[in-house]
């Protein structure tokens, strides 16, 4: 069953192209799922069983971790079904709890404001060395075009319009790339920064480099540390804000500024348009806020 599991996930996840990321993260939801098994042959499982895996999983891992879990059982058992095991999927519509928030107000609760957006980028050091200008293209490049930490520690020079700066090929998930349009502050931060690191050597030079130069991509666990550092620099670091909430700040900003959904969502790369009317929705929570409307009614009471 592992090894059927293994070639489905290379084979179907992700239409046949499942990144690595992705891959790591199935098997160990896989590894999880048979740990609970405890010896027990998981093809013999109904749906009672799955039930009581959720029941296992939740309390001990956040919604996210147990939605993922779950999604992992179905693949496993899809597997099954595609190579004849098993005529069912016992883990279909076996969903995790819902959210007590919806994801709206998750999203709000993470994003920077206006001012707030203003002031991490006001208070970045200036470009003096290789370590403060790399620090200063890693922010503004996910506040200003959305990228995933991981994005980031993905980029080669390659990727990257060598003569104006005028936009950067991002590897996203499931092996999709797409092509985005830089301003004039990402390509402001990004060629001051190549200005002091310097030419790489050979065509997949890393464009993010570590302290010590030379030929290794930067790091996800080391950009979420410069992202981490920015904020707390600028009093805005708090539980639940962390590198993903500048992505979540440019999909609200960009909503509010009147970025059209469809433009939205493949500048962000997601494959279903759900996912990016979660931000418009956000986005109408915070113009549309019906405190705004109470003071607006105080203002003319004082005037009458």
Known sequence: AA???????????????PSLKTLATYREGLACFKAWCDGRDPATFARKDIEDYRHALVGRYSRSTVALRLSVCKLFYRALVRSGLRQDNPAEGVKAPRFATHPADRILSKALSQDEAKRLLSDLPAPDDRRTARGRAVIVLMLCQGLRACEVAGLSERDMDSVGLAWVRVHGKGAKDRVLFL?????????????????????????FVSEGGGDA??????????????????????????????????????????ARQEALQMAMGHSSSKTTNHYALAAARWQQNPALCVGQALALVGRA
């Open 3 to 17: 090894d059927m599991t293994e070639e489905y996930l290379s084979r179907v996840v992700a239409d046949g192209a």
């Open 183 to 207: 301003g004039r502050p990402e390509q402001q931060a990004l060629g001051d920064y190549l200005n002091l690191k310097g030419p790489g050597i050979g065509p997949d030079a890393p464009m």
């Open 217 to 258: 991509h930067l790091t996800v666990r080391t950009i979420e540390g410069i992202v981490d550092a920015a904020l707390a620099r600028s009093g805005l670091k708090q539980p639940g804000r962390s590198a993903h909430c500048l992505r979540h700040t440019y999909a609200v900003l960009a909503t509010l500024g009147g």
